[in-house]
């Protein structure tokens, strides 16, 4: 079942503005991931928070988490047409397997 | 190091036969998710293997099943092919257990006829 929540379900912005996608979830977690898809091709890794972490970057990506509100965000700063794809929040919450949010879809305009 | 790799791309099948999927992981990862990817479904964990064994499956019929090899590699079966199995199928390989940081591989493209 699908247990991490993304939103907005669609995004569209210009290339050089800031992209925010959210992740809900319910119950504890040890850690948190996003994932990028371009175009029903397999996913690729963006980051790992873990639990005990507030804030991640990772060059122009940034991850918080706030465990007391059990969500997530990721910001993408300065978008490039490049970053048009499906991203996916990945939580553990308790589990041994990864359950995935049914994503959020951007769309970056030159 | 060369990534994951799935085999076929894309295969057309129809209702009622059987269908074998491969998954080659990255070198040295022991541990080998499948998923099922669909617009309605969205990605729906199927089973993970670790030095082959199943280690966890999700809520699927018996007609999915899986394996491991000594080398990793991993191969998925489906039988008794239905049309609401048409779907992508990833593989995704992690150094230990599957809640660590997944490495994805292209997917396998099933359409059910």
């Known amino acids: 079942s699908q247990q991490g929540e993304e939103d907005p379900q669609a995004l569209s912005i210009q290339e050089g503005e800031n992209a925010t996608m959210n992740c809900s979830y319910k119950t504890s977690i040890n850690n948190l991931q996003w994932y990028r898809q371009n175009s029903g091709r397999g996913l690729v890794h963006l980051i790992l928070?873990?639990?005990?972490?507030r804030e991640k970057h990772s060059g122009r990506l940034r991850v918080t988490l706030d465990t007391s509100k059990k969500s997530s965000s990721l910001l993408i700063t300065a978008s490039r047409a490049a970053d048009t794809a499906s991203y996916f929040c990945?939580?553990?919450?308790?589990?041994?397997?990864?359950?995935f949010g049914k994503g959020t879809m951007l769309l970056v305009s030159p | 190091k060369a990534g994951v790799t799935q085999t076929p791309r894309y295969l057309i099948k129809t209702r009622g036969q059987q269908v074998t999927l491969s998954c080659s992981p990255i070198?040295?990862?022991?541990?080998v998710s499948w998923y099922q990817q669909t617009p309605g479904q969205g990605l729906q964990f199927l089973f993970e293997y670790f030095s082959e064994t199943q280690r966890n499956k999700g809520n699927f019929p018996g007609r999915f099943s899986g394996r491991q090899f000594s080398n990793s590699r991993s191969e998925m079966n489906v039988s008794t092919l239905e049309l609401g199995d048409s779907a992508l199928y990833l593989c995704?390989?992690?150094?230990?257990?599957?809640?660590?940081?997944?490495?994805f591989g292209p997917g396998t493209r099933l359409l059910v006829l």
């Open positions: 928070i873990r639990s005990n972490e």
């Open positions: 070198s040295g990862h022991r541990s």
């Open positions: 995704a390989s992690s150094l230990s257990a599957g809640t660590e940081t997944q490495y």
């Open positions: 990945a939580t553990d919450e308790g589990y041994s397997t990864l359950t």
